[in-house]
């Protein structure tokens, strides 16, 4: 939201397939984010990205992979490589609040069923 | 990898009452977030704190950065049934740009 698009909002995928998320902003921030959300647990990060070009693994980045080719934009692709591929994805962009807090806005994420 | 002990994990209350919720981490962190979040949808920023000992309040919601960087706790206070959803604590790691999160308290309120 606030400038923030994901898509597709569902998407439904057979074992084997790789799938590619979209996360696109209009905010004009450098850093952008990917988390996956399990049913009753927190948020874990997937991967990040500073800068255009470069992008850095965060805490579950294997069987995922992502390009930061343009600002406006960090797809996701989630590989055959990844074992549980169902979850919630969220999207986020990291910029600095009025009151000089880093802050993360997110998308509304995108849910992905693998059958 | 780092955690966030986030507490607790739900809870049931009347309406009109407070509540209060908290995290702690054995990490330092540089900025504590607090968010809300509703079934399908992505988290919705409520306070943010980088300040230590720093208190800030937004409406009926107040939160606080511990002193030692290393724990906060959220107040909302005279509950409504629209105050419903989970809430989520994060806390950014010093000199980095990864952002951690806890668990999640899942608050209903009864009407």
């Known amino acids: 939201d606030g400038g923030i698009t994901q898509s597709p909002k569902y998407l439904f995928r057979k074992e084997g397939q790789n799938v590619t998320l979209s996360c696109e902003q209009n905010?004009?921030?450098?850093?952008m984010y990917w988390y996956r959300q399990d049913p009753g647990q927190g948020l874990r990060l997937i991967y990040y990205s500073q800068i255009v070009n470069d992008f850095q693994k965060g805490d579950i980045a294997e069987g995922y992979s992502v390009s930061r080719e343009k600002k406006e934009s960090f797809p996701l692709t989630v590989t055959s490589a990844q074992k549980n591929p169902t979850a919630f994805y969220l999207c986020?962009?990291?910029?600095?609040?009025?009151?000089?807090?880093?802050?993360?806005?997110f998308g509304a994420g995108s849910r992905l069923t693998v059958l | 990898g780092q955690q966030l002990n986030q507490s607790p994990q739900s809870m049931f209350i009347q309406e009109g009452e407070d509540v209060s919720m908290n995290c702690t981490s054995s990490s330092i962190f540089n900025t504590w977030l607090w968010y809300k979040q509703d079934p399908g949808e992505g988290p919705v920023l409520l306070i943010a704190l980088y300040k230590a000992g720093e208190l800030t309040s937004n409406g009926r919601l107040t939160a606080q950065f511990g002193i030692t960087r290393k724990d906060s706790f959220l107040n909302i206070s005279a509950s409504i049934p629209s105050d419903v959803g989970i809430y989520f604590c994060?806390?950014?790691?010093?000199?980095?740009?990864?952002?951690?999160f806890g668990t999640g308290t899942r608050l209903k309120v009864l009407a």
């Open positions: 905010l004009n921030h450098d850093a």
């Open positions: 986020a962009v990291g910029h600095r609040a009025l009151s000089g807090a880093n802050v993360l806005t």
């Open positions: 994060a806390g950014q790691l010093v000199g980095t740009y990864k952002y951690i």
